[in-house]
């Protein structure tokens, strides 16, 4: 039982390059979600996703789009990356009883 | 629209000292409440929770917290802190009908030997 898990761990990326940030649970939960982290300003809700096949903007949802591929995967696209997006991006999954478990991030640089 | 205030950047404490960490929120209607911690380089553990009922409530590593309605608080406590403690904590909230959950800022406890 992995948990939560992310791919990658790091990136640099270019302005204006595109890339996919991959996520994963085998906990069977139906909600997950995307946050990005930034120093002083907590984690802010970049997607979500109440089950499969839905999808709903959250905080900061410029720039981003999302798949829920399965009820296991939900994939966060950056399609021209900015240096605004250097951030360290977190996926969640929630359970029954609205605990999330996070993964363990991916940290993005964008030059 | 939902928020969570966390008015300490830092807390700093010495072991065996008591350890607070403050929490507000404003939400429509009730609320759920959360404590996550974040560990260096770490995803964020979940620490504790409030959805109904009493309103102190006990989580993981002798952590509890106390769920009050008129200040619209929700502080971390825990009786005896100890170095292993120091790490970012985070407070979330969000309403019944809705699967947004919403941090505070995070405060960074650091307990001195």
């Known amino acids: 039982n992995a948990g939560v898990t992310q791919t990658p761990k790091f990136q640099v990326l270019k302005t204006g390059q595109s890339m996919t940030l991959q996520c994963a649970q085998d906990m069977n939960h139906n909600s997950m979600y995307w946050y990005r982290q930034d120093p002083g300003m907590g984690l802010r809700l970049i997607y979500y996703?109440?089950?499969?096949?839905?999808?709903d903007k959250g905080e900061v949802p410029n720039g981003y789009n999302v798949s829920r591929l399965n009820k296991r995967e939900f994939s966060l696209r950056l399609e021209s990356a900015a240096p605004s997006q250097t951030s360290v991006y977190f996926c969640a999954s929630m359970t029954v009883y609205n605990e999330q478990f996070f993964g363990p991030g991916t940290r993005l640089t964008v030059l | 629209a939902q928020s969570v205030a966390q008015p300490e950047d830092q807390v700093n404490v010495a072991e065996g000292n008591p350890l607070t960490v403050k929490c507000t929120y404003s939400?429509?209607?009730?609320?759920?409440l959360f404590w996550y911690v974040q560990y260096p380089n770490r995803g964020l553990q979940f620490l504790l929770k409030y959805i109904t009922g009493d309103n102190l409530v006990k989580g993981s590593y002798g952590f509890e917290a106390e769920f009050n309605k008129s200040q619209t608080s929700f502080h971390l406590k825990k009786p005896s802190a100890l170095v292993s403690d120091s790490a970012l904590y985070f407070c979330a909230v969000r309403s019944l009908n809705d699967y947004k959950l919403s941090f505070g800022a995070g405060t960074t406890v650091t307990v001195r030997a």
């Open positions: 996703s109440a089950s499969e096949g839905t999808t």
């Open positions: 939400v429509s209607g009730n609320p759920y």
